[in-house]
């Protein structure tokens, strides 16, 4: 079922500006969805999780859509991704919107977490590799 709800999601967004910009990577039992690069939404479980941060999340939880949650050593961990809305999954142009407020969290994210990556470089930390 997941690969119908990715055609479905390619064929509402082949009518709109996302036309041939979205990307799929299977991952970790579900599919990571790529909007011109960036990681914007995952489906998992036949269901489609967008990117959110603290500028667009409120966009979710103010119409009562939930974070993707996994356990984490049998405690539930939430995820920056929320349900998409479900009027969304049935109109491209209102994916459209949604999509793009997932790419613009993304975009946020992107240059905060290579930030830090060149901060940690700069003070000599390493990353660990496994010994052969």
């Not at 036309?19 to 909007?35: D, P, Q, S, V, W």
């Not at 990681?39 to 489609?48: E, G, K, P, R, Y």
């Not at 049998?74 to 349900?83: E, I, N, V």
């Not at 946020?108 to 977490?113: D, E, F, V, W």
């Given at each position: ?17 996302w ?17 011109d ?15 959110t ?39 491209g ?5 949604w ?8 975009g ?6 290579a ?18």
């Open positions: 079922m997941t690969h119908e709800l990715i055609a479905h999601l390619q064929d509402l967004l082949a009518v709109t500006h036309r041939g910009r979205i990307r799929t990577k299977a991952m970790f039992g579900g599919h990571g969805l790529y909007c690069g960036r990681m914007c939404a995952l489906v998992f479980n036949d269901s489609v999780y967008l990117k941060d603290a500028a667009n999340r409120g966009e979710f939880t103010r119409r009562g859509l939930t974070p993707f949650t996994y356990l984490l050593r049998g405690k539930p961990k939430p995820l920056s991704y929320y349900a998409v809305p479900p009027e969304a999954l049935e109109d142009a209102e994916l459209a919107k999509i793009d407020s997932a790419w613009q969290a993304a946020r994210k992107a240059p905060a977490k930030a830090a990556g060149s901060a940690a470089r700069a003070s000599g930390a390493r990353r660990s590799r496994p010994s052969p």
